[in-house]
């Protein structure tokens, strides 16, 4: 059974930064795509970020430049630094692992920014 499990959500104020980081345990293929999905009240779940296993990278246009995904392939642990946070990036941030057609999902970590 797989488990992903968030950490690092909170408060901020616009200008600030938080890092996310996301722990999956349980049986994982070495070859796997991790990522971060983004979901604000009254809208539907979006793409923010992904990495796979060997390290490539998508981001959202809303956050290229201001947002850095990695990842630790020997902890199975992937990260999202934050930088220059707007209140438009508050949401409930939900982590993503895939392994083939197989998507496993974190409980969501909440996000706000606000002054």
């Known amino acids: 059974q797989v488990q992903l499990v968030e950490s690092g959500g909170g408060l901020v104020q616009p200008g600030g930064s938080l890092r996310l980081s996301c722990a999956a345990s349980?049986?994982?293929?070495?070859?796997?795509?991790m990522g971060w999905y983004r979901q604000a009240p009254g809208k539907q779940r979006e793409l923010v970020a992904t990495?796979?296993?060997?390290?490539?990278?998508n981001y959202a246009d809303s956050v290229k430049g201001r947002f850095t995904i990695s990842r630790d392939n020997a902890k199975n642990t992937v990260y999202l630094q934050m930088n220059s946070l707007q209140p438009e990036d508050t949401a409930v941030y939900y982590c993503?692992?895939?392994?083939?057609?197989?998507?496993?999902w974190g409980q969501g970590t909440q996000v706000t920014v606000s002054s």
């Open positions: 993503n692992l895939r392994v083939l057609m197989t998507n496993y």
């Open positions: 349980g049986i994982i293929r070495s070859i796997n795509t």
């Open positions: 990495i796979t296993s060997g390290r490539s990278t």
